[in-house]
Nanobody
Framework: VQLQASGGGLVQAGGSLRLSCAFSGGTFGRYHLGWFRQAPGKERELVAA????????DYADSVKGRFTISRDNAKSTVFLQMNSLKSEDTAVYYCAASSGSWSVTLYRMRSYDYWGQGTLVTVSS
């Protein structure tokens, strides 16, 4: 399995970006997907997750109401729409795939089997 994240860039505070993550080499619909981020000097944290069928989502409190995770199982792609961006959203964003169960363990990095390479999001204030 391979994951390829894209869509990062430089944006002003209050702006929007849409990240994409293309999945290949496996059965996309079997995996829950997550977006994590890691800011300089900080631990990697879960931003949003979506269940294998797309019916369930979960978000970190810091992004609720601003970010939306979605997936297109026909195109084997997961998206992260980020609106009202803040300087504190600046980080490298990673997509990841989990074959485990849908539970709070999806907040843990070790619950994920595969990771993308990361895409940098920089929000200027």
């Amino acid at each position: 399995v391979q994951l390829q994240a894209s869509g990062g860039g430089l944006v002003q505070a209050g702006g929007s970006l849409r990240l994409s993550c293309a999945f290949s080499g496996g059965t996309f619909g079997r995996y829950h997907l997550g977006w994590f981020r890691q800011a300089p000097g900080k631990e990697r944290e879960l931003v949003a997750a979506i269940s294998s069928g797309g019916a369930l989502t979960d978000y970190a409190d810091s992004v609720k109401g601003r970010f939306t995770i979605s997936r297109d199982n026909a195109k084997s792609t997961v998206f992260l729409q980020m609106n009202s961006l803040k300087s504190e959203d600046t980080a490298v964003y990673y997509c990841a795939a989990s074959s485990g169960s849908w539970s709070v363990t999806l907040y843990r990095m070790r619950s994920y089997d595969y990771w993308g390479q990361g895409t940098l999001v920089t929000v200027s204030s």
